[in-house]
Every structure is written in structure tokens, then in C-alpha cells.
């Protein structure tokens, strides 16, 4: 049961082209949005649409293969984990933010660029 835990798996649509960033120590990470759709029908019949949006990032070898072949648009499934982190504003305001961070990205879809 231990491997369940916090254990996240989406599949969804890239939102903006992800961003790569070199490391000092030789390592990259990727960032990117991830925009996941429920469908389902209101009180009136109606087909509604509701659209999530997550932060998700990519180290290593995951973040080479966001470096490689994902671009915006193109549909994903992902697992990983939830991680939230804090930062302090210039103003100095404390933020919290919530991210998926990756372990495994498989390419779905044929949006996008190939």
C-alpha cells in the first residue's frame, strides 16, 4: 500500500512550450503547464466542460526527454508526485506552491510539433 501514496497520474494537453533550465551541476529541469479536462453534463442536460491547470516539473532524464519532444499542445500522460514548496515575495509575502513533480512522461497524442 506504501507505493500509493501520493501518487499522482494525469493525462492532458502542454499549455505553453516547456521551459529547460541547465543546471550548475550538470543536471536539467523542465517546467510546464498541464491542462486536464472533466466533462459532464449540468442540472439543465447541458455538456460542460472543466478545465484543470498543474505546474509540472521534470528532472534529469525526464527533463531531457521534456527537452526533446514535448511542445504545446501535445497530449501526455504523466505519474509522479505532489510537492509543494514556499517563497517569500520581494514584498515580503509568503507564497505556496503546488507542483507534480514527474517521474514518468508518455506521448499520447499527435498535437503539437513532431
Do not use: C
Request: glycine letters at 10%.
Amino acid at each position: 500500500m506504501s507505493t500509493i501514496r501520493n501518487y499522482v497520474q494525469l493525462i492532458g494537453n502542454v499549455g505553453q512550450e516547456p521551459t529547460i533550465t541547465n543546471l550548475d551541476n550538470g543536471k536539467k529541469v523542465a517546467r510546464f503547464s498541464l491542462a486536464t479536462n472533466e466533462n459532464y453534463k449540468d442540472s439543465n442536460g447541458v455538456k460542460q466542460t472543466d478545465t484543470n491547470w498543474h505546474t509540472i516539473v521534470a528532472w534529469g532524464k525526464t527533463a531531457e526527454v521534456v527537452e526533446k519532444f514535448i511542445t504545446k499542445g501535445k497530449e501526455v500522460g504523466l505519474t509522479g508526485k505532489l510537492k509543494t514548496r514556499t517563497y517569500t515575495t520581494d514584498d515580503g509575502n509568503q507564497r505556496y506552491v503546488t507542483e507534480v513533480v514527474a517521474d514518468e512522461i508518455l506521448l499520447i497524442g499527435n498535437k503539437g510539433k513532431e
